[in-house]
């Protein structure tokens, strides 16, 4: 019964090379979405583990850190006063003996730079105040001999040379950069209009990849408590820390086991905007990745459901045409059951070859289009050797999902196939 | 020994109308018997061939084979193994070659191992001269051909019964000639009860056993 299905199948082949294209369709988009969903997500994932470490933790009361973590449940309950990150707090925190080193740092909003000889601001330009080293695993690469941000000194990021199309990131090194106050600000803290007739001049001591994240201009946390204080009418910088306090405070525990303790801790002792660990970063990454996959998925399934209503049609069609030859089969001795299989045998045989062609496609595409989506995703910051992996587990259960589709499809049929009067079938032309 | 007692068949056209296509026939037939069954179009000679080959069991009276009525078989393995059927039209299957037709009704049950019934369907197609064919289409064949390869699979179960309906209606008188020369001399070889149904008495002269239907029911051969 096997081999006679399959012969009908093979005999048969414009029709079942025609049935399958639907399927082949829509297994494509399904193999698509799911092969290039888990290697974008494999893909954010290693470009944040480049940045965020396992041991790190990061507070935070700025608007925009916690607008970026605030989905990850971090939130403040309403109504809590929350706790300022002030000098006094981040003593307190540096204290804790899971704690090895407590970093505060500042985010300098409203201002946009400009490198010198240049016309046009970097808008929005990301500023912060931290006394990072120029070896931080927080740099992807860093060009220049400052070891740290000090005094005058900045860091400069790459964005600046991807705006002017600097190629040679040593040229700018020495190079002015002015900050003034934005014409229209991104976010308003401390937005004054003392502040739009301020601007400040730096010197780029140093060139910085900050991989995917937007840091445009790093100067040390004492200057940028002094700009702080000046834009926000504070006497000092330590009255600014002491009163305002810091934006964000990035806190690297003793072992990579301390962070839970640690989170614990300053959820439990005070009220911050946002706690998050790398943990809660990569957690936030697949919730969204895996809400975009459902929604691709949706769409994959309707391709899906479109493809085997095709299917249904066409082997309705197919029993029309071998409704002589169902009678034959009967009056030879076959029985309804057998029928029921012959074409159910022959809808899963075409199932399952659309979704392997569908497969092969894919995989060929993939091959062929991984060099460039390489090239474009390196030129992009991105540091990856290959884009798209082809899972062979996962293309056997789409292979199974397939001729699963075909044979549901085909059931309708070949019930109808099964029920046919063997003399009303052998009379029919 | 083939004993049909007092066969009816009758269809409802519409609420007042009811056609007997079979009305009241008894006759029997003796194992290796060739029995010609005659009449014109309308008068109950496919009806009779649907019953005798288990493609209807809505019939009242009783068709015994083997001193069985038909309905106490399995239809399927009745079909299958103790009626053979050729047809006017041949009803070979497009998509399967000249072997592979012949091997048909075994692909759904049976005794017969895969080598039994390759050799038993080669064995046949020798018999009826087209072992040089058995790998061909059937399109590929012309109508006697075609014929030739119903035989063979109508045989290759070993059934007791053989119907041939009309089966030289779509030849030339020649091939027609040819074929009823093959079924006498099958039947001598296989062993079988054989119903030759037709509407062409020129066909069936050589035949001594004759039976002849008009509007359901069995008549002399005077009328």
Known sequence: MFGYSISLVLRRKLRTVLTSLGITISIILLSLIIFGMQDLQRLLESAFQEQFKPDEVFVSNSAQFGAITGGSGEATEEGEEITQLNTEIVAE????????VAQPATIIASFEGTLEGENRPLVPTFISGWDISRDDSYFAETWGDLSQPEGDQVFLSTSFLDLYDIEDPESVIG????????????TGSVQTKQSLEISYDFTVGGVVDVGQDRNDIIMSLDRSLEVLAEVGGFESGEEYASEIGYDILRIRAATEEDVPAIKEYLEDTYNFGSVVTADDLLGFLDQIISAFTLVLIVFGVVAGVVASIGIMNTMVMSIYEQTKEIGIIKAMGASSRQILWVFLIQAGIIGLFGGVLGLAVVYVGMVVSDPFIVEALQANGFTVESFFSFDLPTALIISGISM??????GLYPALKAAGLNPVKALRSE | ????????????????????????????????EIVAVVGSSGSGKSTLLNVLGGLDREYEGTVDVDGKDIRAYNPNYYRREKVGTIFQQFNLIGALDVRENVL???????????????????????K??????????????SGGQMQRVAIARALVASPDILLADEPTGNLDSTTGQEIMQLLYELNQDEDMTMFIVTHDLELVKGIDRKIFLRDGQLISPNK
């Open chain 1, 93 to 100: 925190i540096s204290e804790q003996p899971q704690v090895a």
């Open chain 1, 175 to 186: 190079k002015t950069v002015t900050i003034r106050a934005a014409q229209s600000a991104i």
């Open chain 1, 404 to 409: 699963a589709v075909g044979i549901v499809a």
């Open chain 2, 1 to 32: 020994m083939i004993k049909i007692t007092d066969l009816r068949r009758s269809y409802r056209m519409n609420k007042e109308t009811i056609v007997h296509a079979l009305d009241g026939i008894s006759f029997e037939a003796n194992p290796k």
């Open chain 2, 104 to 126: 048909l009704p075994i692909k759904f049950g049976g005794q017969f191992t895969p080598a039994e019934a390759k050799n038993r369907a080669d064995y046949l197609l020798h």
């Open chain 2, 128 to 141: 009826v001269g087209l072992s040089e064919r058995k790998h061909h289409l059937p399109n590929e064949l």
